[in-house]
């Protein structure tokens, strides 16, 4: 089912909140998928998911190695029978403010604050699609 991603409904929004783990899929160079089990934070007002992660990862190459207009990728999340994706174009920052917005919505999530990484960065997705099943 396709969910508005700026206006999901109640249930949507509410799994996206729950303490569970998600995959971000980005493309190698080679153009095969590459998964990795990450954290993601979703904020329909602003359009984005996020997630926070080292700058020196390869999920970071990737979504560099596809220039400055971004990289399509998808996060995904499963539960039981519940299941999201939210996907758009990711972009790596490294802007102080929004580094600390990544870590702060994180640690909402996922109910504990990272540890200091001086070599942190966020990884914001812009979003253009959210499809899934909450139940």
Not at 43 to 49: E, F, I, K, R, Y
Not at 85 to 96: I, Q
Request: net charge positive.
């Amino acid at each position: 089912m396709t969910i508005d991603v700026r206006a999901p409904h109640a249930a949507y929004l509410a799994f996206w909140q729950e303490r569970l783990m998600c995959t971000l899929t980005t493309q190698r160079l080679d153009g095969s998928p590459h998964v990795v089990p990450v954290g993601v934070t979703y904020d329909p007002a602003a359009g984005l998911a996020r997630v926070i992660t080292n700058k020196a990862s390869r999920k970071v190459a990737n979504i560099l190695a596809a220039g400055a207009g971004g990289a399509r990728v998808a996060v995904c999340q499963v539960k039981e029978g519940s299941w999201a994706t939210l996907e758009g174009v990711a972009r790596v920052t490294s802007d102080p403010a929004a580094v600390a917005e990544a870590v702060r919505r994180y640690a909402d999530r996922y109910g504990r604050q990272p540890s200091p990484n001086p070599d942190r960065v966020a990884v914001e997705i812009t979003l253009t699609r959210a499809m899934g099943r909450a139940v």
